[in-house]
């Protein structure tokens, strides 16, 4: 990347990792007097997070949040009070209380963040109950009646 600006203090706004580098400054003074000097500047790659889970799950499965890429700090937050500092928690034996968006912060090693989210489900499990005609005599139908 080549930059020339022509101001005392530019600025490079939305830089790039392209624009990682070294940076030379001249400065010349009324009367011709001139000074140089040389920085370099380092451009890290973002933190492009991503998250998911084993969504849609019914009530008292486990619910596993996942997230990607890997980095140094994790922070986790979701409904019902939901928060965690690992890379990819499970709630145990959700509840449907667990359903609603999580949100993750990763942070790499270079100190670059990112943050993503995930829409989780957790279904009600039906109550179901069962009814049959018996006692029976052998040789009659036995009938079998279930309800939601």
């Known amino acids: 990347m080549v930059f020339t ?3 005392q203090n530019p600025t490079i706004t939305s830089a790039t990792i392209a624009a990682s580098g070294t940076y030379n400054v001249t400065v010349t003074l009324t009367g011709g007097c001139t000074g140089t000097a040389q920085t ?3 451009i890290n790659a973002s933190a492009a997070a991503t998250s998911s ?11 596993n949040l996942t997230s990607l890429p890997a980095g140094t ?3 986790w937050s979701g409904p019902n009070g939901f928060t965690g500092s690992v890379q ?3 709630i145990t034996s959700a509840s449907t209380a667990a359903t ?3 949100y993750v912060t990763i942070t790499l ?3 670059c963040t990112g943050t993503a989210q995930t829409i989780v489900t957790v279904n009600v499990n039906p109550t179901v109950t069962l009814s049959s005609n018996s006692p029976i005599c052998a040789g009659q139908d036995l009938n079998l009646t279930s309800f939601l």
């Not at 889970?53 to 619910?63: D, F, H, R, T």
């Open 109 to 111: 090693a270079t100190g």
């Open 100 to 102: 609603g968006t999580y």
């Open 53 to 63: 889970s084993n969504s849609p799950i019914c009530a008292g499965q486990n619910l």
């Open 5 to 7: 600006s022509s101001v």
């Open 40 to 42: 370099t500047a380092t």
């Open 88 to 90: 990819n928690p499970t």
């Open 73 to 75: 700090t994790y922070i």
